[in-house]
């Protein structure tokens, strides 16, 4: 029997996603996109998972792009079902807790997008990013002009749409597209690194810490600040506020509980 093409471990609070196709260099394929998916919803709803990390294994790639030979043969109808049941970017973007993508080697057109869609990226110097549909006659279509624009910038989005060059690991730092830099094999252990930071803190304040930050792409500025007070007095108004103002207080440390 052969591997799963996507594993899920859990250390403590901290789940690792693991994309298992290393042959492939972890190609998205429908399988594994489903896959990927029904790990977020696995993970959204386990109280005990406060953090959430995903990478590719193999020494070769994060993700190497869509599996271009599933598509080859598909009409533009049955393209367009594909793209509308796809729901894995949607479901990695909507993943209510912080999710770290840890990068390494080649991160290509959809990886790169499902890079897009994690909330943090740490890259280590071997990484290499890509939108590399328009070497196909296509564009991105799953974020990689929405999502990438949003993140860099339209002048960058448009350099690495309308181009097609891989972007090394520093440049990607550079320009924003990814948010830590470290030295090669080291981004899963910074990865873990950051997440057991995050999970020393309460659930509900990174969730709605997180729900707010993308309000900021999504509304104008005031409204965007009516949310964030909502937000706030959401999190002032729970256990958690609770406790953590009592422990600073007190001198000690909090003990969340998610509520």
Same mark, same amino acid.
């Given at each position: 029997?052969?591997?799963?093409?996507?594993?899920?471990?859990?250390?403590?609070?901290?789940?690792?996603?693991?994309?298992?196709?290393?042959?492939?260099?972890?190609?998205?394929?429908?399988?594994?996109?489903?896959?990927?998916?029904?790990?977020?919803?696995?993970?959204?709803?386990? &109280?005990?998972?406060?953090?959430?990390?995903?990478?590719?294994?193999?020494?070769?790639?994060?993700? !190497?792009?869509?599996?271009?030979?599933?598509? !080859?043969?598909?009409?533009?109808?049955?393209?367009?079902?594909?793209?509308?049941?796809?729901?894995?970017?949607? !479901?990695?973007?909507?993943?209510?807790?912080?999710? %770290?993508?840890? %990068?390494?080697?080649?991160?290509?057109?959809?990886?790169?997008?499902?890079?897009?869609?994690?909330?943090?990226?740490? #890259?280590?110097? &071997?990484?290499?990013?890509?939108?590399?549909?328009?070497?196909?006659?296509?564009?991105?279509?799953?974020?990689? &002009?929405?999502?990438? !624009?949003?993140?860099?910038?339209?002048?960058?989005?448009?350099?690495?749409?309308?181009?097609?060059?891989?972007?090394?690991?520093?440049?990607?730092?550079?320009?924003?597209?990814?948010?830590?830099?470290?030295?090669?094999?080291?981004?899963?252990?910074?990865?873990?690194?950051?997440?057991?930071?995050?999970?020393?803190?309460?659930?509900?304040?990174?969730?709605? #810490?997180?729900?707010?930050?993308?309000?900021?792409?999504?509304?104008?500025?005031?409204?965007?600040?009516?949310?964030?007070?909502?937000?706030?007095?959401?999190?002032?108004?729970?256990?958690? #506020?609770?406790?953590?103002?009592?422990?600073?207080?007190?001198?000690?440390?909090?003990?969340?509980?998610?509520?």
């Amino acid at each position: 029997m052969s591997e799963k093409p996507v594993l899920i471990e859990r250390d403590g609070a901290i789940a690792l996603v693991t994309l298992n196709r290393p042959e492939k260099l972890n190609a998205l394929n429908q399988d594994v996109r489903q896959k990927i998916a029904a790990a977020m919803d696995e993970l959204a709803s386990d &109280t005990a998972v406060k953090v959430a990390i995903l990478h590719g294994r193999g020494p070769r790639a994060f993700v !190497a792009g869509a599996d271009v030979a599933e598509f !080859a043969s598909r009409t533009t109808s049955e393209q367009r079902d594909v793209s509308e049941g796809r729901r894995v970017y949607d !479901a990695v973007a909507e993943f209510p807790k912080p999710l %770290i993508a840890a %990068i390494h080697g080649f991160c290509v057109g959809g990886g790169c997008e499902l890079a897009l869609a994690c909330d943090l990226r740490v #890259a280590d110097r &071997t990484a290499q990013f890509c939108q590399a549909e328009i070497r196909l006659g296509l564009i991105p279509g799953a974020g990689g &002009t929405q999502r990438l !624009a949003r993140l860099v910038g339209t002048g960058q989005a448009l350099r690495m749409a309308l181009i097609g060059d891989n972007i090394d690991a520093v440049e990607a730092y550079r320009i924003g597209l990814v948010e830590f830099l470290v030295e090669k094999g080291q981004h899963l252990n910074k990865a873990k690194e950051l997440a057991s930071k995050m999970a020393h803190w309460s659930p509900v304040a990174l969730r709605l #810490a997180k729900q707010a930050v993308h309000l900021a792409l999504e509304k104008p500025l005031g409204e965007g600040l009516d949310h964030e007070r909502e937000l706030f007095l959401e999190a002032f108004d729970s256990h958690d #506020a609770r406790e953590g103002i009592r422990a600073f207080i007190e001198r000690r440390k909090p003990d969340f509980k998610g509520r």
